[in-house]
């Protein structure tokens, strides 16, 4: 499975944005999907994860209420709609896959769980 990851940009204090991943491969309705980010001089964070049917969704306390994760399978498509950014949300966003689809979403949330990654999109929040 390749992810492509798109939709990163320039944006002010209290914008949005909506990032993109898209997936090739017939498997990935099968996959939990996640979102993460990593700013400059710090580790990869967890933002949002999604569970394979889209029924199930988590989020990182800071980007809960402001963050959406929602995927479309028909068109192997996860998206994070954001709102009301910060510039504390500078970073670069990676969107990555799991096969551990039997796992709660609610415990998705390290890296280490996700078995592939796409390549990141850079996301500048200006104050």
């Known amino acids: 499975v390749q992810l492509q990851a798109s939709g990163g940009g320039l944006v002010q204090a209290g914008g949005c944005l909506t990032l993109s991943c898209g997936a090739s491969g017939r498997t990935f309705s099968s996959y939990a999907m996640g979102w993460f980010r990593q700013a400059p001089g710090k580790e990869r964070e967890f933002v949002a994860a999604?569970?394979?049917?889209?029924?199930?969704?988590y989020y990182l306390d800071s980007v809960r209420g402001r963050f959406t994760i929602s995927r479309d399978n028909a068109k192997n498509t996860v998206y994070l709609l954001m709102n009301s950014l910060k510039p504390e949300d500078t970073a670069v966003y990676y969107c990555a896959g799991s096969q551990r689809s039997q796992i709660s979403i609610a415990r998705m949330t390290a890296p280490a769980l996700y078995d592939y990654w796409g390549q990141g999109t850079h996301v500048t929040v200006s104050s």
């Open positions: 999604i569970s394979w049917s889209g029924g199930s969704t």
